[in-house]
């Protein structure tokens, strides 16, 4: 029943070593009853969203060929969202059970009323552009697309945020600047793979600026999250996140350095999308490691009540 | 929110700042209750349970709860394991050897080898179920309105409406919710919701033999908590406390709350629960500095360069 709040990484450690308690070694948490859809349908969504930003902005630059690619990429990829989001439901006929209410304490309704607003302008813009018909109402459904993406692509992090797993909670200040920074990352990785070095400029000045915020977002989670970041850093959410980086840096340097290249441009371009999609099952697979291990839901909260003055349970155990 | 670690950013200073700042009200009420029943709880005083399951089975029966796994645990004489869909009571079982200066004739105490020499062994028993929180996350994390608060002042998930999106599971702070295989739909105690609308007591605080479950206004038990705590005191178990009474608490305190002989965590409940709602508002105040920054992204991307 008693353990040792176990072995961490040499001098990452970041408070004492304590002796943390157990009902035994049950997790005190529910696991999450998600699948691997949900991680597919936070990094489509995430790649939608960014898409829809970046195809108003090459349209209204006049870049149409980038413009037509980010519209038809953010079309695609929030269809095939919101049928993983359906997909991982029990009861996946109920889906419209979630148009019945409006809940602002609910970010699940939230994001579903936005979804429902997004989708159809997605789709809009995305069909006019491809058909070349309707441009006037092609462009008004581009523009306000583009000014639901990003919410669409952060809304998610509040999502996973809001529970009490602790991987997630815990970062719910850095999550949405990782998953805006990982989706920009993915607009502009997909932009770069289909349009190739000419004329993919902007896509590559995105991604840059994605993965930037990428990295530097977990970075900073690494340090503020004290012993809870270990969910981030050991086992397969650990091995998700450091391939994610790689992909990311190796992506960006790939499109800065590979600019005239076409093949260099489509691989750092699927490298991008790649790692973006790594970050958010990196993610979302910490946060199933938190709730196993009681350790990250009884010592931080442990901690908590110390500081608020509580003292530490003495041992009534052998 | 403070710039600290996670760990320092209290409950009591995420309150301000959260979304259910009339939180002092009682639950029925905020939830639209008009003239309602007094809010009703759980008492479970578990100095005097036996572990006999009773209620585990009680609850089952009443509630045509499905059978959910035969096995041996070896986990004491706990098989149940946990709370769950199919499983609303659930009795745990801890065995402690040595503890320290405790008076074998006092309550709750059921010693094996008490003789000079040799470990003492004393038996936790408690009856876990849902704590129908007054500021339920289940319930506000549901998108689509199943779960919902009753004019007792309980939570319920409304099975004709859950559509099984799985979000109460992981929002639960004490993981008392989740999914069933079966049907694909989120189940929990209903603090037997057909049951009170008749008048009656819940099944499980029924079937109990010891009255360790016990029923009522919460008010009252309230009152019988703390003196049951004082008689302890008295007789010299100091570490009998109450979990889940307290209203400052990171939950608004519980609809169902326990006497425990030990710390929340050796009967798997969480030491400090916090229903993550209330840091919502600065959760969005993030993701919309964070929307604005991807859409200037985009923006800058498009002027920043020539081609």
């Known amino acids: 029943m008693k353990a040792r709040t176990g072995r961490r990484g040499g001098d990452e450690q970041m408070v004492p070593e304590a002796e943390f308690t157990s009902y035994h070694g049950q997790p005190v948490l529910k696991e999450t009853v998600w699948g691997p859809a949900i991680p597919s349908y936070l990094f489509l969504g995430g790649l939608a969203g960014a898409s829809s930003a970046l195809a108003a902005a090459a349209q209204l630059s006049g870049r149409p060929q980038l413009a037509r690619t980010a519209k038809a990429g953010a079309a695609g990829a929030i269809s095939v969202s919101m049928g993983a989001l359906t997909y991982d439901l029990g009861r996946p006929a109920r889906f419209v059970n979630m148009l019945r209410v409006f809940k602002v304490t609910s970010p699940m309704s939230i994001g579903t009323w936005l979804l429902s607003a997004y989708t159809p302008l997605a789709w809009a813009a995305a069909a006019s552009a491809a058909t070349r018909k309707l441009p006037r109402a092609g462009l008004a459904a581009t523009v306000t697309a583009a000014a639901l993406g990003p919410s669409v692509a952060v809304y998610t992090s509040v999502l996973l945020a809001d529970t009490a797993v602790p991987a997630w909670h815990d970062a719910r200040r850095e999550l949405p600047y990782l998953f805006v920074g990982s989706a920009a990352t993915a607009a502009g990785g997909l932009g770069l793979l289909a349009v190739g070095p000419d004329g993919a400029g902007p896509a590559v000045r995105l991604a840059t600026l994605g993965a930037a915020t990428e990295l530097t977002a977990e970075r900073l989670l690494d340090r503020r999250l004290g012993p809870v970041a270990e969910a981030y850093r050991t086992g397969r959410s650990g091995a998700l996140m450091r391939a994610s980086r790689i992909l990311a840096a190796g992506g960006t340097a790939g499109a800065l350095l590979g600019r005239r290249n076409r093949a260099a441009s489509v691989l750092s371009g699927a490298a991008l999308l790649a790692g973006s999609a790594l970050t958010r099952f990196g993610i979302f697979e910490a946060g199933r490691a938190s709730v196993r291990d009681p350790r990250y839901t009884v010592g931080p909260q442990r901690e908590r009540l110390r500081q608020r003055g509580q003292p530490t349970p003495r041992s009534q155990t052998a | ?307």
Not at chain 2, 298 to 303: E, K, N, R
Request: glycine share 12%; proline share 7%.
């Open chain 2, 1 to 307: 929110m403070s710039d600290g670690p996670p760990q320092q950013v209290t409950a009591r200073q995420d309150r301000t700042t959260g979304p259910v700042a009339d939180r002092g009200l009682d639950p029925a009420a905020r939830a639209g209750h008009v003239g309602h029943p007094p809010r009703m709880g759980f008492f479970t005083d578990t100095s005097v349970c036996i572990g006999c399951k009773a209620c585990e089975v009680a609850c089952k029966e009443w509630n045509a709860v499905p059978e959910d796994g035969l096995l041996l645990t070896g986990m004491s004489y706990d098989n149940t394991r946990g709370l769950g869909a199919s499983t609303w009571r659930h009795v745990a079982f801890i065995e402690q050897t040595s503890r320290p200066a405790a008076d074998p004739d006092s309550p709750g105490q059921h010693d094996g080898e008490g003789q000079e020499g040799r470990d003492e062994m004393r038996w936790l028993m408690s009856s876990d179920v849902c704590k129908h929180c007054t500021e339920a996350a289940c319930l506000d994390v549901c998108p689509t309105g199943a779960l919902m608060r009753t004019e007792f002042g309980t939570v319920v998930v409304q099975d004709d409406v859950c559509n099984g999106c799985g979000y109460c599971v992981s929002a639960c702070p004490f993981g008392v919710i989740d999914r069933r295989e079966s049907d694909g739909g989120a189940h929990k105690c209903t603090l037997c919701y057909d049951r009170l609308g008749d008048g009656l007591t819940p099944a499980c605080a029924k079937a109990c033999p010891t009255e360790s479950i016990q029923f009522g206004p919460l008010d009252e038990l309230h009152e019988r908590a703390r003196r049951r705590v004082g008689q302890l005191h008295d007789v010299g178990r100091s570490e009998a406390r109450l979990y889940g009474a307290d209203p400052d608490d990171g939950i608004g305190g519980a609809g169902a709350f326990f006497l425990l002989l030990d710390e929340p965590e050796v009967y798997g409940l969480p030491p400090d629960p916090v229903v993550t709602t209330r840091d919502l508002a600065a959760m969005w105040r993030h993701a919309g500095i964070a929307a604005a920054s991807l859409a200037v992204a985009a923006v800058t991307a498009c002027v920043g360069g020539r081609r």
